[in-house]
């Protein structure tokens, strides 16, 4: 079956959710990551640190360049995902929308390109 990632992106500018929500969406993700085990759609999933946290390689030089932070300049910014193990688009975008509903963001569908 083809895999895909559901990656959540979050935009720069909206408002961090109160602890309460917060707490709210962990459980409500927790709830969607145990459905998808048990589907046996699971491959993997994380939620990734602030994109502050982040270092940017660039080896097609000369020599490797090392730069704090992401390196494109974007208004949206990887929070998240799942890798999922589906029979189809259709079934991946199911999971998406049951994803996007727990953790209160926008989940882009992609497939991996086949080996």
């Not at 759609?41 to 080896?59: C, K």
């Not at 490797?64 to 910014?77: H, Q, R, S, Y």
């Not at 991946?92 to 080996?115: D, I, K, N, T």
Request: glycine share 10%.
């Amino acid at each position: 079956m083809p895999e895909y990632m559901l990656s959540v992106n979050h935009v720069d500018g909206e408002p961090i959710p109160r602890s309460d929500e917060m707490e709210r969406m962990f459980a409500d993700v927790g709830a969607f990551n145990d459905k998808v085990r048990e589907a046996g759609a699971w491959v993997f999933a994380g939620g990734l640190m602030p994109r502050e946290t982040a270092t940017t390689v660039d080896n097609t030089g000369d020599a490797p360049v090392l730069n704090d932070g992401p390196f494109a300049e974007t208004k949206e910014w990887l929070g998240g995902f799942w890798i999922i193990d589906v029979a189809d688009l259709d079934e991946a975008l199911r999971w998406a929308e049951q994803g996007s509903r727990a953790c209160g963001a926008p989940v882009e569908v992609r497939p991996f390109q086949a080996e």
